[in-house]
């Protein structure tokens, strides 16, 4: 099983970007996803999470900017990122609870580099 997280670039401050993180693999179900992010020097923080059946969290400074959703058909979570700031500057990583046949694991994506200019 492996996740494959997508979608980060350069934007301006101000602009949108849509992380994808897609599953593939043996999967017999995927449980909560989620999306983290970390700076050097700082620990990896919770930007949001969904559960199977859609219910969803969200770090208490991103709410009404991020939104997240998932497509459970092609195994895939997304992140939407709107109105972003200099200070969401970050590695976005994609993690998810998947069962692969023989137990459920948790598993992260590799990573994907956000980058906000002023």
């Known amino acids: 099983v492996q996740l494959q997280a997508s979608g980060g670039g350069l934007v301006q401050a101000g602009g949108s970007l849509r992380l994808s993180c897609a599953a593939s693999?043996?999967?017999?179900?995927?449980?909560?996803m989620s999306w983290h992010r970390q700076v050097p020097g700082k620990q990896r923080e919770l930007v949001a999470s969904i559960m199977s059946g859609g219910t969803t969290r969200y770090a208490e400074s991103l709410k009404g900017r991020f939104t997240i959703s998932r497509d459970n058909a092609k195994n895939t979570g997304y992140l939407q990122m709107n109105s972003l700031k200099p200070e969401d500057t970050a590695v976005y990583y994609c993690h998810a609870g998947i069962n692969n046949g023989f137990q459920w694991r948790n598993y992260w994506g590799q990573g994907t580099q956000v980058t906000v200019s002023s």
């Open positions: 693999g043996s999967i017999f179900g995927i449980g909560s």
